[in-house]
């Protein structure tokens, strides 16, 4: 690894985990502490049973039927950023570990194909709906109540997914190499490989890195965080 490499794509990384273990420890924990409100704050209509509060938690999380009511532009690009999203990390497991049940149906060649025409039809996607974060903000009534925090998450998202979309439709390197690397953090001797560190696009995935990092110290400090406190704000609005 070269010096930048090697700060960013290595100490960065222990830095940037520590300090969102550290926040989010400290954000849900001053959750648990505030004082708790006497008056129910239940929205009518109210589910007569348990399973129904629950299921409508679900619903109210991952569906975001309040937004669709609102907004239903905003509404349909936010389903289709979180569904990206939420498709792109756990596709990101595949540096950690192989997904053995889908190797042994359609082997590594084939898991790999799909690999590179999912990722690259993704990371496609997921562009529109961040830009479409990013454009409203210059439109009223947005734009009066966007605050500088709303653009700096907007552009540190839109670095991560095109520096993650040149990797994937320019880099020349493969899966293992990625994981090669991965698995070296995890053990905490941070090296890229010899197929990462004499390529091209070596510098790519290191900017990659950076801005994710950025992204992850930031998170427990940010409006992120709506993504961890919807649920207990859901739930609340259930009872």
């Not at 950076?210 to 409006?223: D, G």
Request: hydrophobic letters at 50%.
């Amino acid at each position: 690894m070269d010096t930048f490499s090697f700060i960013v794509a290595g100490i960065m990384v222990y830095i940037a985990v520590a300090v969102f273990i550290g926040g989010m420890i400290y954000q849900i924990t001053g959750w648990f502490r505030a004082p708790k409100s006497s008056v129910r704050l239940g929205l009518f209509p109210r589910p007569k049973t348990k399973t129904g509060r629950f299921f409508k938690v679900l619903k109210d999380s991952f569906i975001f039927p309040q937004s669709y009511s609102v907004d239903k532009a905003t509404w349909i690009f936010a389903i289709v950023f979180h569904g990206a999203l939420l498709a792109i990390l756990l596709a990101h497991f595949r540096l950690v570990r192989e997904f053995t049940p889908l190797v042994k149906l359609l082997g590594l060649d084939g898991l790999d194909s799909l690999s590179a025409l999912g990722g690259k039809t993704l990371g496609i996607i997921i562009i529109f709906p961040v830009l479409f974060y990013l454009f409203r903000r210059f439109i009223t009534p947005h734009k009066e109540l966007s605050v500088p925090e709303d653009y700096f998450l907007v552009i540190i998202l839109i670095c991560i997914i095109a520096f993650g979309d040149h990797l994937r439709f320019f880099g020349d390197f493969q899966v293992a190499d990625y994981r090669e690397y991965v698995q070296s953090l995890l053990v905490f001797k941070p090296y890229y490989p010899e197929a990462i560190a004499s390529s091209s696009s070596r510098i790519v995935l290191s900017l990659h890195v950076m801005f994710v990092n950025i992204l992850v110290i930031y998170f427990p400090f940010s409006k992120l965080m709506h993504i961890v406190g919807t649920f207990a704000a859901n739930k609340v609005r259930s009872d």
